[in-house]
């Protein structure tokens, strides 16, 4: 929700995605990282959401790149800027949608309460980190 509506929801079970872009990602890594949300098998019976036709909420979040070693403040310094942020996290939902998601999306910026229940509960971290240059 922003400013008291909702701007995507989910109406089936399905999974929510927290975005967050540091300054290395580039398309071919969100291409990746969509191919891999929609096809890890992470939902009952060891399905995926492409097995399942699962919908997906993609929510922007910078805050998964805080900086949180030194004093009692975070930095977002590893957080790319809202200009290299946003056309990478829409290039993310449009990857899953040419894949065959079904994406509900919230507002790139805003200041959103999102609701979800964790069923399981599963919580993953898929870091373009781990794999290393993908060109």
Not at 120 to 127: E, K, Q, R
């Amino acid at each position: 929700m922003v400013d008291g509506r909702v701007t995507g929801e989910l109406k089936r079970p399905g999974l929510l995605a927290l975005v967050g872009i540091t300054h290395d990602d580039d398309e071919p890594i969100v291409a990746k990282m969509a191919d891999k949300t929609w096809k890890l098998r992470i939902l009952k019976d060891e399905l995926s959401a492409s097995d399942l036709n699962a919908p997906i909420l993609v929510v922007s979040q910078f805050t998964l790149y805080a900086n949180t070693r030194k004093g009692r403040r975070p930095s977002w310094n590893k957080a790319a800027p809202a200009s290299i942020g946003e056309p990478l996290v829409d290039a993310y939902c449009a990857a899953l949608r040419e894949r065959g998601a079904e994406v509900s999306t919230g507002i790139f910026g805003a200041n959103m309460q999102v609701e979800f229940v964790n069923d399981g509960p599963v919580t993953l971290l898929l870091d373009s980190d781990d794999w290393g240059s993908v060109s």
